[in-house]
């Protein structure tokens, strides 16, 4: 992401220090999270979409609807028809039907497709940032979320890629030769000097706010992710815990089994919830005061001291988000004194993900899925696909381990790194999970299962979150997985039936129908980007529009709850000093 920030920069701002670029970079991830958190990064993104899409839209309504008074310079890097004409004179690779540029029908295209396929899936398993924003939501949500945004984004690639891939070829066949090096062309180079040329300085303007859109978003998550990476999955575990040698079935705040079912001699923990507890009323209205959490002594002995623990951490947490920024200074002032080639650091790095894939869904998926292997195949995996990537890159192509950022990054030694990291790290951890794991019965599963329900935060419990759904249920009585799977089997089958539906139009539908097509001829051409129009123009609407109406609905609804609560006749409760408790409070504490 810094990379990719510089270049486009350093493009649209010839002389641009790289310091001064990093630092800008830097000062776009690190400033609103750090003030906002995850919920400015929310709202931010929502900004950056809409502002994205409207850019793009902008961007390809010059080439389907140019205006008549566009000077001929112009008008040859914008009209369909002379681009079509243009683009047929050059001489496309051998492997392209009719060796030619405007064919769908591409052996290393299908490669690179196959190889990008396993990328994206790589990503949305191993990234924390996808998953600290997946599981804000619920699973329906995100189920519906995950998939309206696959079919939103279907056409940024392509609206952006395509016409600006024309042009250049038009400007460099005018030319005579390519005008540009091929390491900035692997740069991103390209796309800086279309738009340039297209739109005039706006182009340059309007490419900075695409990119920069979509690495605020993007980075700022990463920050974030980071951050919590090292605050909850690090120094709460291992380095300063509330509670020393805690097990997913412990309570925190006293030490106990949380639930003891069956095992004799076991103290069981008989610590109430706070949402319960009247002691962590007068707790709540001190964290409501403004005072900063130091200055806070929580009252309640039960939960007191773990609600100052957590308030330790949110400092914690803020305090990384700073350094981890300060931190990317001089990391990406190496990066960009490197001049790596971007192209070659986002298709490497990325298929290096792919061994991860099937580790991390077994964990998910397969109760009898351990440590040692899911490790132990990551590892193996990884080592695999590094082997598979150098041995095809030397011996697949003249140039060998030579011509080194070329040859590892071409479509046979992509696609062999991914099927050996893949294959690899899916025998290794099944057979290394087999040899080491302790389930004998049905029974033992739904004890291995059940250790993630028991992972809780006493004081902010994720059943908060799904009070709706498990409403139904005994307050007194333990959540199994039997249960959560009869809730959600809803979202499950959605999920399904989306995947289905996901993979038969973006995968098998409309590269079908592309491929169908030995050639293009300059009506196709036009109709295809017409449709990515049309896709982009209705995401745009979708966009702009979809949050701020569904934000109304829930105020709507909010405020009709309230209604109904304030005609009920809600007794008041009293609390140990014999004082009135207020009933807002309550309702405060349970959305906290």
Request: hydrophobic share 45%; with cysteine.
């Amino acid at each position: 992401m810094i990379m990719t920030g510089y270049y486009v920069l350093e493009g649209a701002v010839p002389g641009i220090s790289k310091e001064l670029s990093v630092i800008i970079l830097i000062s776009l991830f690190g400033s609103y999270c750090y003030i906002g958190g995850l919920g400015a990064a929310f709202y931010i993104s929502y900004f950056n979409t809409c502002l994205m899409f409207i850019a793009l839209t902008v961007y390809l309504w010059h080439f389907l609807f140019p205006a008549e008074d566009l000077s001929d310079s112009v008008r040859n890097l914008t009209n369909i028809n002379i681009l079509y004409e243009t683009v047929k004179c050059v001489q496309g690779p051998s492997t392209n039907a009719a060796s030619s540029l405007l064919t769908f029908r591409t052996v290393s295209g299908m490669i690179y497709g196959i190889v990008a396929f396993f990328m994206v899936l790589a990503l949305n398993c191993c990234d924390q940032a996808m998953w600290q924003s997946r599981i804000a939501a619920k699973p329906e949500q995100g189920v519906i979320g995950f998939f309206i945004a696959s079919f939103l984004y279907f056409s940024i690639p392509n609206a952006l890629a395509l016409p600006t891939f024309l042009s250049y070829l038009s400007m460099s066949y005018q030319n005579g030769s390519y005008l540009l090096s091929e390491l900035d062309m692997n740069n991103g180079f390209i796309t800086t000097i279309v738009m340039e040329k297209v739109l005039g300085a706006s182009g340059s303007y309007l490419l900075l706010m695409i990119v920069f859109m979509a690495l605020m978003a993007t980075g700022s998550g990463e920050v974030m992710a980071i951050s919590s990476i090292l605050v909850y999955d690090i120094y709460k575990t291992y380095i300063g815990p509330f509670r020393e040698n805690l097990e997913p079935s412990t309570c925190p705040l006293c030490g106990n089994k949380k639930n003891s079912e069956g095992e004799e001699k076991v103290i069981a923990c008989k610590c109430i919830h706070s949402s319960v507890c009247n002691e962590c009323n007068d707790d709540i209205e001190l964290s409501l005061t403004g005072l900063l959490s130091h200055q806070i002594q929580y009252t309640c002995p039960t939960h007191g001291k773990y609600r100052h623990y957590e308030d330790m951490l949110k400092q914690y947490k803020s305090r990384s988000i700073m350094w981890i920024a300060l931190a990317l200074l001089p990391y990406g002032i190496i990066l960009c004194y490197l001049n790596l080639n971007l192209t070659w650091v986002f298709f490497v790095f990325e298929t290096l993900l792919t061994p991860f894939i099937t580790p991390l869904v077994l964990a998910f998926t397969w109760a009898k899925c351990t440590s040692k292997g899911l490790i132990s195949g990551a590892i193996f995996g990884l080592l695999a696909s590094i082997v598979g990537l150098l041995v095809v890159a030397e011996l697949a192509y003249d140039e060998g381990l030579g011509d080194f950022f070329t040859t590892t990054s071409s479509d046979y030694s992509l696609l062999a790194a991914c099927i050996a990291g893949i294959m690899v790290s899916t025998i290794v951890t099944v057979t290394v999970s087999l040899a080491t794991h302790n389930i004998q019965s049905n029974v033992d599963e739904q004890r291995e299962w059940t250790k993630m329900i028991l992972i809780d935060n006493p004081i902010n419990s994720w059943k908060n979150l799904f009070t709706e759904e498990l409403g139904e249920l005994p307050e007194e009585r333990n959540v199994t997985v039997g249960d959560m799977e009869l809730i959600f089997q809803r979202a499950r089958k959605m999920s399904y039936i989306c995947a289905v539906v996901c993979v038969l139009i973006q995968v098998v539908l409309v590269p079908g129908v592309m491929l169908s097509f030995e050639e293009w001829t300059a009506d196709q051409l036009y109709y295809w980007m017409l449709f990515l129009f049309i896709v982009l123009v209705i995401g745009t609407l979708y966009a702009v529009f979809a949050p701020p109406i569904e934000e109304i609905i829930k105020i709507i609804r909010y405020r009709q709850n309230e209604k109904k609560q304030g005609s009920l006749d809600i007794p008041k409760k009293m609390n140990n000093n014999g004082g009135v408790q207020d009933v807002r409070l309550h309702l405060l504490r349970d959305t906290s």
